[in-house]
């Protein structure tokens, strides 16, 4: 099965919204045909998305909006949160969920993760489903363990899966500089799959994109990217400026 390529920029708290308009003023032109072959999606912080999705609208709606986080609660008294229907009106489709930063330095469970999960596909959004394990986890022999827990639970009580994006970020490539091997990404990745076939199935889990993150840039999207069971990326450091954004994108697209 052919899957197409979903390659996402994570800006984290990076970018506020004048610095959103110039990156999208030069990319969302130049991303025209790009965005035939591959999903392309940009995930600015919370404050700077009216820009991007009043750009976006304006220039090259082709191009996916992500938030970072969205609140698993309807509208109500949640001081500091973001609800689905706020990111709606917005025309937000993607959410990116369980990223390990959300998980180490706030607290974020599979249990929560799961219900942010649950309210964004009932919402009509794309969750972008992060898992990944630590260097400990790795070499302490409990990679499969980690994975197969994270996307269990992450999961739980999900009945369909055809609009869900997942991410392979080990811990220990992100921010870092140290990519995972082409050949680990795609060991990890292949695993990844066969427990989505044991919960959803061979169809659902031939058909589900799993993008990887950590450390992916111009120079090792081809071979990454080339990978059976690598679907795309979901990119830091080097979609922070458009022009090693878009070579990243035509790197793995050729
Ligand atoms: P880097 O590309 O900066 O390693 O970040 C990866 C990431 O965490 C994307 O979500």
């Given at each position: 099965m052919s899957r197409k390529l979903i390659i996402a920029a994570n800006w984290k708290m990076n970018k506020g919204p004048a610095e959103v308009a110039a990156f999208l003023e030069t990319f969302l032109g130049a991303a025209g045909e790009l965005a035939e072959q591959a999903d392309l999606v940009i995930a600015p912080n919370s404050l700077s998305i009216p820009t991007a999705s009043a750009l976006i609208n304006d220039i090259n709606p082709a191009i996916g909006l992500a938030a970072q986080t969205v609140s698993e609660n309807e509208n109500g008294a949640f001081t500091g949160e973001t609800s689905t229907d706020m990111l709606k009106e917005l025309f937000v489709n993607y959410v990116i969920l369980g990223h390990s930063e959300r998980r180490s330095i706030y607290g974020e469970t599979n249990a929560q993760i799961n219900a942010k999960i649950k309210k964004t596909l009932a919402a009509d959004m794309t969750p972008i489903f992060c898992i990944g394990e630590t260097l400990a986890e790795r070499e302490g022999g409990q990679l499969e363990a980690v994975l197969s827990s994270q996307i269990k639970e992450g999961l739980e009580g999900v009945s369909d899966i055809s609009n869900l994006v997942m991410a392979y970020e080990p811990v220990w490539a992100i921010g870092t500089g140290v990519t995972a091997s082409a050949q680990q990404a795609q060991d990890t990745q292949k695993f990844c799959r066969s427990v989505v076939e044991e919960l959803y199935g061979a169809e659902a889990a031939a058909a589900v994109r799993i993008q990887y993150g950590g450390s992916v840039k111009g120079a090792n999207s081809a071979e990454l990217l080339g990978q059976p069971d690598i679907d795309g990326a979901l990119v830091?450091?080097?979609?922070?400026?458009a022009d090693s954004f878009l070579e990243l994108i035509r790197n793995a697209v050729a």
């Open positions: 830091g450091g080097a979609a922070l400026e």
